[in-house]
């Protein structure tokens, strides 16, 4: 059986991409960059271990529009990040921290996007989550405009978010193991407030939420901004998520639904019953959504500092 620390890409998924994506890119020109990164990643995690959250989430909105391209870092008043649904992504510090270490020891080599990959990947490792490898070689994008951010939202149906995925090359069970990442999750209070008090304008909660998880989430909520998506280990990458959905335990209307909807229930129970199979899925996934539409080769650039172009 495959081990995760040796699973690489399936080159027939993306293959152009994959062809110029390799384990190991930076051997030769910056062989101290993945452990610069890990080591910075590590020592963040110890002050802060939601930064696995934090990362992920920057993963996934970069990835998303535009491809794995760090348009998502650049500053501006009508770049990606100044569009809404970014305003919760954090962590840009601990990006430009990486960045000033890799630029001093290998200067325009390592692009801000194999930062964010490789970040997120060791964050997830050091919240209990797989180790794995994961092929770098991806160039920083040079166009960033807010008007392209069209990210699902926390109401849309289980069809739409799979389309969301399958239209990137994913499929079903990418798209499930992905929305597990909620497993490390926080959640703006505003974003599931209609399901603890006036659910579709009913005057009471959403019914398919379990009482004792409304009641807990107005407690949070009347002290806090935020909650766990995984009210059972918030802070730990595990399969939780997929329990908790079970129990009618979702926080977000899309996560409940995974866990009742035709097209993902199936997928649900099986990674509810099994954590290791759930990491592996999640590998795969991680993996195919980083080479999303990636620039490579002479695309693009090495930007010296991720918040701007060169």
Do not use: W
Request: some cysteine.
């Amino acid at each position: 059986m495959m081990k995760l620390s040796s699973l690489v890409v399936f080159f027939f998924i993306f293959p152009i991409a994959f062809a110029q994506l390799r384990v190991g890119f930076y051997s030769q020109t910056c062989p101290q960059a993945e452990t610069i990164v890990r080591n910075l990643v590590r020592q963040r995690f110890a002050a802060d271990p939601t930064v696995t959250a934090a990362l992920l989430r920057m993963h996934f909105h970069d990835c998303f529009v535009n491809g794995c391209d760090a348009s998502l870092l650049i500053d501006g008043t009508s770049s990606e990040k100044a569009a809404g649904p970014n305003g919760s992504v954090r962590e840009f510090g601990l990006i430009d921290q990486i960045k000033t270490q890799l630029e001093a020891a290998c200067p325009s080599r390592v692009s801000c996007a194999d930062i964010v990959t490789l970040a997120t990947r060791d964050s997830v490792s050091l919240a209990g989550g797989p180790s794995y490898s994961i092929a770098t070689g991806r160039r920083d994008g040079l166009v960033s405009n807010m008007a392209n951010v069209n990210l699902p939202g926390p109401t849309i149906s289980v069809s739409g978010a799979v389309s969301f995925f399958t239209n990137k090359g994913l499929n079903v069970f990418d798209a499930v193991a992905l929305l597990g990442a909620h497993t490390v999750g926080q959640g703006n209070c505003g974003l599931f407030n209609d399901r603890i008090t006036n659910f579709q304008g009913t005057g009471r909660p959403d019914p398919s939420m379990d009482p004792a998880l409304v009641s807990s989430l107005r407690n949070t909520c009347a002290n806090s901004a935020s909650a766990a998506l995984d009210q059972s280990t918030p802070l730990r990458f595990d399969n939780q998520f997929f329990k908790q959905i079970r129990k009618r335990r979702g926080v977000l209307q899309v996560d409940q639904r995974l866990a009742s909807d035709r097209q993902t229930r199936g997928i649900v129970a099986r990674y509810a019953n099994n954590n290791a199979y759930f990491k592996r899925q999640f590998v795969r996934a991680m993996v195919k959504m980083g080479a999303v539409d990636v620039l490579t080769g002479r695309a693009g650039q090495i930007r010296r500092n991720c918040r701007r172009l060169n």
